[in-house]
């Protein structure tokens, strides 16, 4: 490679080093703002609202449109999910598939092992007794680890702007906050009085508004999943959606999420308790959870597996628990779980439910309802069946209302799917580090391919000119005077046209050399 050459092709290197090395410093790319410090500035941030409806499995959606038609009214759940999002096959949620796991699972992004939630009840081993969440008086702070959205938003903008009626942990001061809109969990309560505490925060202005509902799960544990009372309860909160919605204007983000399905139990299993063996620490309908005594840590497992070969029902020691679970490293769950297999309840306390859920996450009926519907939602898409999961919704209430998030187990890309496009900007700084580096990627490739071809064009014009001295030396036309040369040129005049080129003035390495940095020169004066 003579000098001029690779002179060019090392100013074309160093240029590419220079546009790399800037693109970290480069704003908005792509239309988004990089932001700095808090969560993404690239967007108009709206309020959000959240309403769960408990044991919402998803394709509950199917059977309200069929009844709200037969009954000649609105179909609220429909308007809902033409004007934004929703999941036809429902979302994923996290194991075990009960009401507080999965519903701090919503307000944290966490898995049950990391934000400590792992049942309807624990083991609080310094008590030394089985403490049951589900008792308000029951229920510590210390429980339940990580940082739900409501301390996000209470530290990083305003505590009086949140809002929230009944969800699992708001009425305790988790992480050293106390929310002061807090409305503790009370059973049997009826629409009217939702409508009026909604009311009075649209009018108060909060910013975050979280409602917890606990229906269908009640009718659908008492009665199936499949029974006419479930459609009874259905229709009244179709009806109940609809007066909560006629409150929530059109400039705020409406999520309407849940923690799990349900199914029909139709088969039973027995599990006598051993004390010589073991200690229940904790036990329901679908779950127990079980230490064995002192010595007896064989004999324990070898009790239980002989009731697994009868079927119904699973056995894990604690380092047997899937992985996928996410669910084992967590000292709240004891040395040895048993989990009911799809259909089957552990008696004596699943003997008078009907319907139940807590099985593996996998099995559809397990799978809840997602919709979502404002001016940073996307409009009339369908999320497919892997799209979204419980575990994102928190990372994505912590955009729309442009937060900082904690560490979570939520996923940037499915944020993205639920996001309408021009609020991508909301997405908060660990969000857009992804995205940067997708877009560093495509201009570092697009560059090398232009130094690429540059090269091979520098390289082509060398191989000419190479060419072309052989046809010089070949001739003799460097070693004689110019008088000479027309002489010894063939006399066709159609080979002396190819060999015009030849005699015309040549720009030598060096020159070429001088006039492209001057060029470059010029170039970069100019811009």
Partial sequence: MTSGLALRVQLLVALTAA?????????????????????????????VVMISMDGFRFDYLSRIKTLTASNRVDNYFAQLAAGGVWAADGVGNVFATKTFPNHYTLVTGLYEETHGVVENFIFDRRLNRTVHLTDPT???????????????????????????YMWIGCNLPIDNFTLPKAVDYRP?????????????????GVELTLMYIDEPDATGHMYGPDSKQLNDTLIQLNHCLGRLLALIPHSINVLLVSDHGMMTLSKNISIAHNDDLFWVRGQDYTEWLIDPKPGNE???IDYLRAYEAKGGVKVYQK???????????????????????PGYRLLPEG??????????NTVVEMR??????????????????????????????????????????GSCSNVRR????????????????????????????????VIFALCMFLAHRYSLRRGQQRVREQFGLDSVGPAHQQSLLPSDRKRRDLTAPLLTTEVSDDEDDDLFSRNLMDSNTSS
């Fill in 138 to 164: 029951e229920q510590r702070a210390e429980y339940f680890h990580g940082t739900p959205i409501w301390v996000n938003f209470g530290r990083q903008r305003s505590a009086k702007d949140v809002a929230c």
């Fill in 368 to 409: 809840p309802t997602f919709l979502a519907m404002g001016p940073s939602i996307v409009k009339n898409h369908t999320l497919a069946k892997d799209d979204f999961r419980t575990l994102d919704v928190y990372l994505l209430i912590a955009a729309l209302l442009g937060l900082e998030p904690s560490p979570n187990n």
């Fill in 188 to 204: 049997n309560v009826q629409c009217d009085e939702r409508v009026k505490w909604l009311s009075e925060q649209m009018a108060s």
């Fill in 351 to 360: 003997g008078t439910l009907v319907g139940g859920h807590g099985y593996d």
């Fill in 418 to 449: 639920v996001l309408a496009p021009n609020a991508f900007g909301l997405l908060p700084q660990s969000c857009r580090h992804d995205e940067y580096n997708v877009y560093h990627f495509a201009m570092l490739a697009s560059i090398l391919s």
């Fill in 19 to 47: 546009v790399v090395v800037s693109l970290p410093f480069v704003q908005g790319h792509g239309g988004h703002d990089e932001g700095g410090g808090g969560g993404g500035q690239g967007g108009h941030r709206a309020p």
């Fill in 319 to 341: 380092e047997e628990i899937p992985d996928r679970w996410h669910y084992g490293h967590n000292v709240y769950v004891s040395s040895v779980l048993v989990v009911a297999e």
């Fill in 298 to 300: 064989k004999a324990t």
